[in-house]
């Protein structure tokens, strides 16, 4: 019998299963037999610094440890690489957040900063995504939607809230008389999070300069956080989303104009808990009384 070996296409399939599975990074360049190791003589521990003897003394060369049970000693693992966030980079997060505030604060046009993110890769979740997942609806409407991250239909589609969330998302928009074509839509992070993880608090840093330019480009007249990440990030309060919701907190412009950021449950929260729904329908009457006044 002849043995083959993983082909291309089965390795590509352990590689999305693992990125899906929200495996994001590999630690080291060599795989690792655990099973060998764990049969393996615990690691002699470094000796403590205040307890090393003065001066080296021979003693002798190491006894050689006999190969495992037919094993091969694993090789000496070596140095994890240091986690880097971009593929490409050697940037640290603090650093990748400076750059991208400084790259997007240039941008003169939701078109340029569409760009810009195309080639951003400071990011490391964009080297996990399919998709760039940027906006949709109409950037020229009134009212602005802003989500936390996307999911696997948008990552595949490349745009955002094209899920079960975007579809009872729709469904509330058209509740209070709003389609994709008065509506903008985006999220504070636009690459899919890895296994559908939540973003960390350094790649949320990372994309807010962007998601603050797309807003300040975008220029609507309300801003509607959807759930607590984006509600915390875009208005800085600490509340949980249960009280936070239903206020409308003022969002300065990089113009110093205010506009104001109503708070409200997220589409995904309200399908795992559907008796929450009448809250968020408080909110969405709340938006269009606002939408209703400030015409
Ligand atoms: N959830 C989000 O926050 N954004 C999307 O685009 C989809 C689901």
């Not at 340029?112 to 940027?134: H, P, Q, S």
């Not at 990552?155 to 998302?169: A, E, N, T, V, Y």
């Not at 962007?210 to 801003?223: G, K, M, S």
């Not at 239903?246 to 008796?275: C, K, M, N, S, W």
Request: charged share 25%.
């Amino acid at each position: 019998m002849t043995f083959t070996g993983p082909g291309h296409d089965d390795l590509i399939a352990l590689l999305d299963f693992h990125v899906e599975s929200g495996v994001d990074i590999a630690l080291d360049e060599a795989p690792h037999d655990r099973f060998a190791e764990v049969d393996a003589p615990p690691p002699i521990r470094e000796t403590p610094i205040a307890l090393r003897r003065e001066a080296p003394v021979d003693d002798g060369p190491a006894p050689r440890r006999e190969p495992l049970r037919g094993h091969e000693p694993p090789p000496e693992p070596k140095p994890a690489a240091p986690r880097t966030f971009g593929g490409s980079a050697s940037a640290k997060p603090e650093e990748a957040a400076v750059d991208a505030r400084a790259k997007a604060a240039v941008t003169g046009s939701l078109e340029e900063l569409e760009a810009l993110l195309r080639d951003f890769e400071g990011c490391g979740l964009r080297f996990t995504a399919k998709n760039l997942v940027f906006a949709d609806g109409n950037p020229a409407a009134r009212v602005m939607f802003v989500g936390e991250a996307p999911g696997a239909d948008e990552d595949r589609i490349g745009k955002p809230f094209m899920g079960r969330s975007g579809q009872l998302l729709d469904r509330m928009m058209a509740a209070i008389g709003l389609d994709r074509s008065s509506a903008y839509i985006a999220n504070i992070v636009p690459w899919r999070p890895p296994g559908n993880r939540n973003p960390t608090p350094q790649e949320v840093a990372i994309c807010r300069p962007f998601v603050e330019r797309q807003i300040a480009l975008a220029d609507p007249e309300i801003l509607v956080c959807l759930g607590a990440p984006s509600t915390q990030t875009l208005t800085g309060t600490k509340d949980g989303i249960l009280k936070a919701r239903g206020r409308f907190y003022p969002y300065r412009l990089p113009d110093g104009r205010e506009i104001r950021a109503l708070a409200t449950l997220h589409p995904a929260y309200l399908l795992r808990q559907p008796v929450q729904k009448r809250l968020a329908w408080r909110d969405f009457r709340a938006l269009k009384a606002a939408l209703d006044g400030v015409k």
